[in-house]
């Protein structure tokens, strides 16, 4: 069945939200994009990640005029239009069609693309089991800038990695050899209760769940650490745990041929996931 998207002030059916085989989007990965969770047609800290792609598009040079009112209408309609209960959008903006060459010099409008699906909440397993990751060969470049960029080769390349070893993610070290995030996460560790986080550097996304996770360790009274995260760490570590909007809070307790917490969620983790989701019910009801 075909869905709706919104295009450049429009809603329009999937099969006709074209855009130009000139968009700097698809030949140079020239813009930014964010995904959020909807649960009973509300999106939780729509404004946060409305925030961070306006923060990063001012970077990029790249001008928006939809407000964090103007893209709640739209995903509302979305949710309408595609008859979405709980499921997941994306926003994309790029820089849209310019001279040809690197700098994009003479842009037009930018092409602003609104999707919204549905999409029923993660295996419930996953939670109770953990999952599988590895540390991936591939490194995150410096050259991301903290951006939620379209260009999402690393993180590609690096997911197939895991997959070719039957893992289910994988986490990735920066430039220097130190953890930065998972392929579409972020990352944190346990030790005696003390919640730990890679620090945010050029390479890593300051990720909204991570954020938000940050705010209920503090809330809990739980030591928090934003510091560098050595790959000695995670083998050490009594928890590790991935943070995302889709995923939300998702145990890791396997990676490679090391088992962590005994191949089971520690209780830090499953007190972060209990958390995280009273919050999403309070805020998103």
Not at 88 to 108: M, P, Q, S, W, Y
């Amino acid at each position: 069945m075909s869905q709706t998207i919104y295009r450049n002030g429009e809603y329009v059916p999937e099969e006709k939200a074209a855009i130009s085989p000139f968009d700097r989007g698809l030949l140079y990965g020239d813009g930014l994009f964010e995904t959020l969770r909807c649960y009973e047609g509300k999106f939780f800290r729509l404004d946060r990640h409305v925030e961070r792609l306006r923060g990063g598009l001012k970077k990029l040079e790249i001008p928006l005029t939809l407000e964090t009112a103007g893209f709640a209408a739209v995903l509302q309609e979305l949710v309408k239009q595609n008859n979405v209960a709980s499921g997941v959008a994306r926003i994309v903006v790029t820089r849209g069609v310019a001279e040809f060459g690197l700098l994009g010099k003479h842009a037009e409008e930018p092409m602003v693309l609104v999707t919204c699906w549905a999409q029923p909440a993660p295996d419930p397993k996953r939670y109770e089991t953990g999952i599988r990751c590895v540390v991936a060969n591939e490194r995150l470049s410096s050259g991301a800038h903290g951006l939620k960029s379209l260009n999402y080769i690393a993180q590609i390349l690096a997911r197939r990695e895991a997959n070719m070893a039957n893992a289910d993610d994988a986490i990735l070290l920066d430039s220097h050899g130190h953890v930065a995030e998972g392929s579409a996460s972020n990352v944190f560790l346990v030790r005696d209760r003390e919640v730990i986080t890679p620090a945010l550097q050029p390479e890593i996304l300051a990720g909204i769940t991570r954020a938000t996770v940050l705010e209920i360790a503090h809330a809990e009274k739980l030591p928090v650490v934003e510091r560098t995260v050595n790959q000695n760490d995670l083998f050490h570590a009594d928890e590790v745990f991935l943070t995302s909007s889709v995923g939300e809070v998702l145990p890791v307790t396997r990676i490679g041929s090391h088992w962590v917490h005994l191949g089971q969620p520690g209780p830090v983790t499953r007190e972060m996931i209990r958390a995280y989701r009273a919050l999403v019910q309070r805020e998103a009801k």
